[in-house]
């Protein structure tokens, strides 16, 4: 019975598809014979017409951008000098007429190099600077416009894409402007980081030169001419620390702690002064620099012997600048840095991070002293600035956080047990 339904299915399945194939021949053939019309050039026209309306859509949106454009102030540091600043694609000039007829036109570089003014035509004016551009562009506009004043001005700087690459937090292309320089895109780009190289940044122009910039010297002096305007196309490259070079480790100061390179021949005070070592909490007599010396090493107090400036750091010394705070880690509530006081104790660091004092961890616990590199133990041990002090956990809260591993030991045990998996000998 089953197969007979089957079967039937399968011819009315396969009538319908030749019923619709043959009505599709015959439409075919309807078609085909059918008179042939003479070609509609209307829909044609009417592309057309539709085409042009979109151009000239298109021309209104432009000139509105570029009126907007204008309208937007760029942040410049200083007015642009025209004898210095170099004209380039993207900049947007208004040409200025006043007499017979009066209008203002803007006009923009194109990115072949060019100015195209109205009535005179296309003007080349690559590599020229704002005041050649000027000289040029109206010597040129004079004959069409006899009987009106006219004057040619720069009213939006043009932006170009530049690079930051290398030991920055974002590293990327950016966009800029002529007026910017090479400290301001490292800003944008989220500034260096800590392993950066900040005396050695290179910048690598289009036409292969390729400049220098020393960003701590920047940072320090404010040097604004060591501090280059980039330009569109321009690789900033901020390297590593280059680990092969003389280099200086900083601690204590949790700040401004860690690696540095040093420039040659560069005094302790200089060095400290270009990485802004000192603050208002700062102490600079208690700074030490602690130097190996063969099998030997050698404290140095720089300040302390009153010649900071006479004494050239060493690859690899320390420098140990005791912080203003003490860091407070371990069992306690809030660890974290808290403010340095002279007559505070490790039990007294402990209670203020909201560790519990009448424990048997609070005998156990530790100063890790940042200056001389020892640990010293118990609840009254001495804190100087820059310590960490670590407060363990209790043995009774050791053994709480073991207590449910081992149940979970134990109940695995008893279960192998039970299915035979764990004789009972």
Same mark, same amino acid.
């Given at each position: ?80 000098? %025209? ?34 003014? %109205? ?77 950066? =190289? ?15 910039? =020393? ?63 000192? =603050? ?5 007599? =208690? ?97 100087? %600035?820059?310590?960490?002090? +670590? ?33 009972? +000998?």
């Amino acid at each position: 019975m089953m197969k007979k339904i089957l079967s039937i299915c399968f011819i009315l399945c396969f009538s319908c598809l030749f019923a619709q194939v043959l009505e599709d021949e015959r439409e075919w053939q309807r078609e085909s014979e059918s008179t042939p019309r003479a070609i509609d050039f209307s829909k044609m026209f009417e592309d057309e017409k539709a085409e042009e309306e979109k151009f000239e859509d298109l021309k209104s949106k432009l000139e509105r951008e570029m009126r907007q454009k204008m309208m937007e102030a760029a942040a410049l540091e200083k007015a642009v000098d %025209p004898e210095t600043y170099v004209v380039g694609p993207g900049d947007i000039f208004t040409l200025n007429i006043w007499g017979a007829m009066e209008m203002q036109m803007p006009i923009a570089v194109s990115p072949e190099g060019v100015l195209p003014v %109205p009535s005179v035509g296309e003007i080349d004016i690559r590599k020229l600077t704002l005041a050649e551009v000027k000289e040029k562009v109206l010597k040129a506009a004079k004959p069409f416009y006899e009987k009106s004043e006219i004057s040619l001005t720069l009213v939006t700087l043009r932006s170009f894409r530049v690079h930051v690459v290398g030991e920055v937090e974002y590293p990327g292309t950016y966009l800029a402007n002529p007026t910017e320089r090479v400290s301001d895109m490292i800003k944008e780009a989220g500034g260096a980081t800590d392993w950066a =190289n900040k005396i050695a940044i290179k910048l690598y122009r289009v036409e292969g030169d390729t400049l220098m910039f =020393n960003l701590s010297a920047f940072e320090a002096q404010g040097d604004i001419e060591s501090d280059p305007f980039v330009n569109g196309g321009d690789i900033i490259f901020i390297p590593p620390i280059n680990l092969d070079s003389a280099k200086v480790f900083v601690e204590g100061d949790f700040k401004v702690g860690g690696l540095y390179q040093i420039l040659h021949e560069e005094s302790v005070h200089e060095f400290m002064q270009r990485v802004k070592a000192f =603050n208002k909490n700062t102490n600079p007599l =208690n700074v030490i620099i602690i130097r190996k010396r063969d099998q030997d090493i050698q404290i140095i107090k720089p300040y302390l012997e009153g010649n900071p400036e006479k004494i050239i750091l060493k690859d690899d010394d320390r420098i140990i600048i005791p912080s203003a705070y003490v860091y407070v880690k371990g069992c306690v509530q809030y660890p974290g840095t808290y403010p340095y006081v002279a007559s505070f104790t490790a039990k007294d660091y402990a209670g203020m991070a909201g560790g519990n004092l009448y424990s048997g961890a609070i005998n156990r616990v530790k100063v890790y002293q940042s200056i001389t590199g020892k640990t010293k133990r118990g609840p009254e041990a001495p804190v100087a %600035p820059g310590d960490v002090v +670590d407060l363990p956990k209790s043995w009774n809260e050791e053994l709480r956080n073991w207590g449910p591993i081992l149940s979970a030991i134990a109940s695995s045990v008893l279960a192998a047990k039970a299915i035979g998996l764990i004789g009972n +000998d």
